[in-house]
């Protein structure tokens, strides 16, 4: 028998914590091989959730509940994931919103994905099956939707179709291994937080499409400009796609200098300065990817393997300049040659940025 906790964290949720809680113990007396806990973050409510919640408790022995300052989601997702692990020991730990947007009769289907070998499963609104509220108003709609497609392109994640819902089931190992990274966050991004520390390390992920309710009482929590603005800051500074290319603009900088001066300045040869330029550009590349790009995952093994990691760069660059020369003599073939410049940069933005970050991932900085 195996041993899960739902954590609801709450505030001013009065009219529809109490319906959930019973669903979800409902549910938890129909299945097998599981004992749910439920656990109650509320975050010192003014509306009477927490006595709601106690009051509960004397019918359900199974009901938890904590009450911690109001510091956001995270925060409160934090203190509970810590009350969790120290109390109940549990194999899983279930996110949920207390304010019944999340269908508790969809949890079953999460159990059986974490019985299948998924180590943490979201459920997604933005895959076939899977839906958010047709009376939203458009800017949310925008919002969420531009979020999650801004996160997936940042990362360059395109399988996650969901980063921002709170609807998950999460192994405790993943949990106590983002611990010290997910501390710093709070609000809406450290759902971000937790999915790019899963996926980093090696979690398997799945998805489960889910309708997203409209919620029948209370208000909602987000703030929009505070959420925007986080998660573009995480994004912008945790992926190794954005970092990735702008190690590659300064390698053009590297290449486009060395050239500038050794054939404008110095009038040396075209051929021994490009050659210089180019693999100039490569170590650069390599060294920045290394230690800052990839850096979670860099080269190890002593220096062997760290050349032949060097040499396999080197092949991959030696590609994209392939690539790079046979797609610019095609176009100017097809359309001329006054566009050239237009041509070079769909190039690299749309071929040679994309070929090179599966292939680097793929050969040299894998994942461990």
Same mark, same amino acid.
């Given at each position: 028998?195996?041993?899960?906790?739902?954590?609801?964290?709450?505030?001013?949720?009065?009219?529809?914590?109490? %319906?959930?809680?019973?669903?979800?113990?409902?549910?938890?007396?129909?299945?097998?091989?599981?004992?749910? +806990?439920?656990?109650?973050?509320?975050?010192?409510?003014?509306? /009477?959730?927490?006595?709601?919640?106690?009051?509960?408790?004397?019918?359900?022995?199974?009901?938890?509940?904590?009450?911690?300052?109001?510091?956001?989601?995270?925060?409160?997702?934090?203190?509970?994931?810590n009350?969790?692990?120290?109390?109940?020991? %549990?194999?899983?730990?279930?996110?949920?919103d207390?304010?019944?947007?999340?269908?508790?009769?969809?949890?079953?289907?999460?159990?059986e994905?974490?019985?299948?070998?998924?180590?943490?499963?979201?459920?997604?609104?933005?895959?076939?099956?899977?839906?958010?509220p047709?009376?939203?108003?458009? !800017?949310?709609?925008?919002?969420?939707?531009?979020a999650?497609?801004?996160?997936? @392109?940042?990362?360059?994640?395109?399988?996650?179709?969901?980063w921002?819902?709170?609807?998950?089931?999460?192994?405790?190992?993943?949990?106590?291994?983002?611990?010290? !990274?997910?501390? /710093?966050?709070?609000?809406?991004?450290?759902?971000?937080?937790?999915?790019?520390?899963?996926?980093?390390? /090696?979690?398997?992920?799945?998805?489960?499409?889910?309708?997203?309710?409209?919620?029948?009482?209370?208000?909602?929590?987000? +703030?929009?400009?505070?959420?925007?603005?986080?998660?573009?800051?995480?994004?912008?500074? !945790?992926?190794?796609?954005?970092?990735?290319?702008?190690?590659?603009?300064?390698?053009?900088?590297?290449?486009?200098?060395?050239?500038?001066?050794?054939?404008?300045?110095?009038?040396?040869?075209?051929? @021994?300065?490009?050659?210089?330029?180019?693999?100039?550009?490569?170590?650069s590349?390599?060294?920045?990817?290394?230690?800052?790009?990839?850096?979670?995952?860099?080269?190890?093994?002593?220096?062997? /393997?760290?050349?032949?990691?060097?040499?396999?760069?080197?092949?991959?660059?030696?590609?994209?300049?392939?690539?790079?020369?046979?797609?610019?003599?095609?176009?100017?073939?097809?359309?001329?040659?006054?566009?050239?410049?237009?041509y070079?940069?769909?190039?690299?933005?749309?071929?040679?940025?994309p070929?090179?970050?599966?292939?680097?991932?793929?050969?040299?900085?894998?994942?461990?």
């Amino acid at each position: 028998m195996r041993n899960a906790v739902v954590i609801l964290p709450s505030f001013n949720e009065a009219e529809n914590i109490a %319906p959930l809680i019973k669903k979800i113990e409902e549910i938890n007396k129909k299945l097998v091989n599981w004992d749910i +806990n439920i656990l109650v973050v509320d975050s010192y409510s003014t509306d /009477n959730t927490g006595n709601v919640v106690k009051d509960l408790q004397k019918t359900i022995p199974t009901l938890h509940i904590i009450e911690v300052p109001k510091e956001g989601l995270g925060k409160a997702y934090l203190r509970g994931f810590n009350y969790a692990i120290n109390k109940f020991n %549990p194999y899983l730990i279930i996110q949920m919103d207390a304010d019944y947007q999340h269908d508790p009769e969809r949890l079953t289907e999460f159990f059986e994905q974490i019985q299948k070998g998924a180590d943490f499963v979201v459920g997604t609104r933005y895959s076939k099956g899977g839906s958010i509220p047709k009376n939203w108003a458009i !800017h949310r709609k925008i919002l969420s939707i531009g979020a999650n497609l801004f996160i997936r @392109l940042g990362f360059m994640k395109l399988k996650t179709s969901e980063w921002t819902n709170g609807y998950r089931a999460i192994k405790t190992w993943v949990i106590k291994g983002a611990l010290d !990274h997910i501390k /710093n966050y709070s609000g809406y991004v450290f759902q971000v937080a937790m999915i790019d520390y899963a996926l980093k390390n /090696n979690a398997k992920m799945s998805e489960i499409p889910v309708n997203f309710k409209e919620r029948k009482f209370g208000i909602s929590k987000i +703030n929009a400009s505070q959420y925007v603005f986080q998660i573009i800051q995480y994004v912008l500074t !945790h992926s190794s796609f954005i970092k990735f290319v702008i190690v590659g603009l300064i390698g053009f900088g590297v290449d486009f200098g060395i050239s500038y001066l050794g054939i404008q300045k110095f009038h040396q040869a075209v051929w @021994l300065i490009t050659l210089l330029s180019t693999e100039t550009a490569i170590v650069s590349n390599f060294i920045l990817n290394n230690f800052w790009s990839f850096r979670y995952k860099k080269i190890e093994g002593g220096t062997g /393997n760290y050349l032949m990691s060097f040499l396999k760069f080197n092949l991959v660059s030696s590609g994209s300049i392939a690539i790079q020369t046979i797609g610019m003599q095609i176009l100017v073939g097809v359309f001329g040659r006054d566009l050239w410049y237009l041509y070079k940069i769909l190039i690299i933005a749309f071929v040679i940025i994309p070929y090179s970050y599966i292939l680097y991932n793929k050969f040299i900085w894998k994942n461990k």
